[in-house]
């Protein structure tokens, strides 16, 4: 196939990219500012005429593709016959996807949160599931340009030493670890929340307050849409307004639930449990928030997603993923990064976990904070255990979560091939 893809931040977008080109079809990328995402009159015109080229009749494409849905493009693509819409998210929920748009019969959406996929499955739209992928070879490859690059052991308490001391002879295994535990990933520091908290009634902040609170609590069920009652969002609707067009049918329910109380309670769950761990471990923060304080870890500052994060990965003893909480049962991308730079995980649990990874065997998850802060210690402490399990989650990913298997599927599903 002769595919367009439209490239914007989206993470994965350059393994998918990579996984298509050797599964032998023609690539093209198209990157363009997207100020509307339903209704963009620039957007729109450079984006027919790279379909089209001479012809505004006929698309010189058989399919556009892009990471996550977004409404344009479907429309636009249906100005031209025979030209499908394949997507892929990565985030979750999607509020372009409450969009009459998804209806187009010419959009193939896949998603990677199950629970997400079944509410837009019963709607009628036509998506598929897709859980997201590991990239083992480029981290591998990575890793590997690093060391050579480097030429010594990578332990943080004897940086020099080791390799010196083996003459130069000595394995990455012996000294491998630059960091005890690790997170990689948003603090969430600026969130809608904290815009808007002052400007609302007491009883509503209090109400929201223990809502979050309690939310934390909870791992593997979701409380905060049952609790937005009918009084609470009369009184959001008169201090939180949401611009939507007549063919969205998104709400200030989702709206709030998602881009405000998530983001929200991401940003308190990652500081608590950040904190507790490094009452009592190194803990190391790698994130885009320079700013952000910590009382005993270590922020160390960014890193850049493709060529930074699996070294950072490869050279933690554990490596930390707290999925946020917009995300109902679906596994984020991070894990599979981890897994996928021979990193050990040990992640919050989710739903979908079980589909695809055994507890103990490639990966661990934990139930609360008491277990989270019992099985750091227990890990950090059994290092051949950790070792093993970690070499058994890239196996794992290697074999049966690749890019190249995820398109194999899509492909199925599309019927399509070269």
């Given at each position: 196939?002769?595919?367009?893809?439209?490239?914007?931040?989206?993470?994965n977008?350059t393994?998918i990219?990579a996984?298509?080109?050797r599964?032998?079809?023609?690539?093209d990328?198209f990157?363009?500012?997207?100020?509307?995402?339903?209704?963009?009159?620039?957007?729109e015109r450079i984006?027919?005429?790279?379909l089209s080229?001479?012809?505004?009749?006929?698309?010189?494409y058989?399919?556009?593709?892009?990471?996550?849905?977004?409404?344009?493009?479907?429309?636009?693509?249906?100005?031209?016959?025979?030209l499908?819409?394949i997507?892929?998210?990565?985030?979750?929920?999607?509020?372009t996807?409450?969009?009459?748009?998804?209806?187009?019969e010419?959009?193939y959406?896949?998603?990677f949160?199950?629970?997400?996929?079944m509410?837009?499955?019963?709607?009628g739209?036509?998506?598929?599931?897709?859980?997201?992928?590991a990239?083992?070879?480029?981290?591998?490859?990575?890793?590997?340009?690093a060391?050579?690059?480097h030429?010594?052991c990578?332990?943080?308490?004897?940086?020099?030493?080791?390799y010196?001391?083996?003459?130069?002879r000595?394995?990455?295994?012996?000294?491998?670890?630059?960091?005890?535990?690790?997170?990689?990933g948003?603090m969430y520091r600026?969130?809608?929340?904290?815009?808007?908290k002052?400007?609302?009634?007491d009883?509503?902040?209090?109400?929201?307050?223990?809502?979050?609170?309690?939310?934390?609590?909870?791992?593997?069920?979701?409380?905060?849409d049952?609790?937005?009652t009918?009084?609470?969002?009369e009184?959001?609707?008169?201090?939180?307004?949401?611009?939507?067009?007549e063919?969205?049918?998104?709400?200030?329910?989702?709206?709030?639930?998602?881009?405000?109380?998530?983001?929200?309670?991401?940003?308190l769950?990652?500081?608590?449990?950040?904190?507790?761990?490094?009452?009592?471990?190194?803990v190391?923060v790698?994130?885009?928030?320079?700013?952000?304080?910590f009382?005993?870890?270590?922020?160390?500052?960014?890193?850049?997603y493709?060529?930074?994060s699996?070294?950072?990965?490869?050279?933690?003893?554990i490596n930390l993923?707290?999925?946020?909480?917009?995300i109902?049962s679906?596994?984020?991308?991070?894990?599979w990064?981890i897994?996928?730079?021979?990193g050990?995980c040990?992640?919050?649990?989710?739903p979908?976990?079980?589909?695809?990874?055994k507890?103990?065997?490639d990966?661990?998850w934990?139930?609360?904070?008491?277990?989270?802060v019992?099985?750091?210690?227990y890990?950090?402490?059994?290092?051949?255990e950790?070792k093993?399990i970690?070499?058994?989650?890239?196996k794992?990913?290697?074999?049966?979560?690749?890019y190249?298997?995820?398109?194999?599927?899509?492909?199925?599903a599309?019927?399509?091939?070269?």
């Open positions: 196939m002769r595919i367009l893809v439209y490239c914007w931040k989206a993470y977008q393994d990219i996984a298509l080109r599964r032998g079809h023609i690539v990328t990157e363009a500012e997207l100020g509307n995402f339903e209704k963009d009159d620039s957007f984006f027919v005429e790279k080229g001479n012809n505004m009749a006929v698309s010189v058989d399919a556009v593709f892009s990471v996550n849905y977004f409404p344009i493009i479907s429309d636009l693509c249906g100005q031209f016959a025979g499908k819409y997507c892929w998210t990565c985030d979750s929920p999607l509020s996807m409450y969009h009459q748009s998804i209806f187009n010419w959009n959406i896949f998603i949160d199950r629970f997400c996929y509410t837009f499955k019963e709607l739209a036509n998506v598929y599931y897709l859980p997201l992928a990239a083992v070879g480029r981290a591998e490859s990575v890793i590997a340009e060391e050579k690059e030429g010594k990578r332990d943080a308490k004897d940086y020099e030493g080791s010196q001391n083996s003459g130069g000595g394995k990455r295994e012996d000294c491998r670890y630059r960091y005890d535990v690790s997170f990689v948003s600026k969130n809608s929340y904290d815009e808007i002052d400007k609302l009634p009883y509503v902040r209090g109400y929201f307050d223990a809502l979050m609170k309690l939310q934390m609590e909870i791992y593997g069920e979701n409380y905060i049952g609790m937005l009918a009084d609470i969002i009184e959001l609707n008169r201090h939180f307004k949401i611009e939507k067009s063919r969205s049918f998104s709400d200030i329910s989702l709206i709030f639930s998602t881009t405000v109380l998530g983001f929200k309670i991401a940003q769950e990652r500081y608590k449990l950040l904190g507790e761990l490094s009452k009592y471990f190194d190391n790698f994130t885009d928030d320079e700013n952000a304080e009382i005993l870890a270590h922020n160390r500052g960014p890193v850049r493709w060529d930074e699996p070294i950072v990965f490869a050279e933690s003893k993923n707290f999925t946020i909480r917009n109902r679906g596994i984020p991308l991070r894990v990064d897994l996928a730079a021979g050990f040990i992640t919050n649990f989710q979908e976990l079980v589909m695809y990874f507890n103990g065997e990966l661990v934990f139930e609360d904070e008491t277990d989270l019992k099985k750091v210690r890990y950090l402490t059994h290092e051949d950790r093993r970690a070499l058994n989650g890239q794992k990913v290697r074999e049966l979560h690749s190249d298997e995820r398109l194999k599927m899509m492909e199925s599309i019927d399509i091939s070269e």
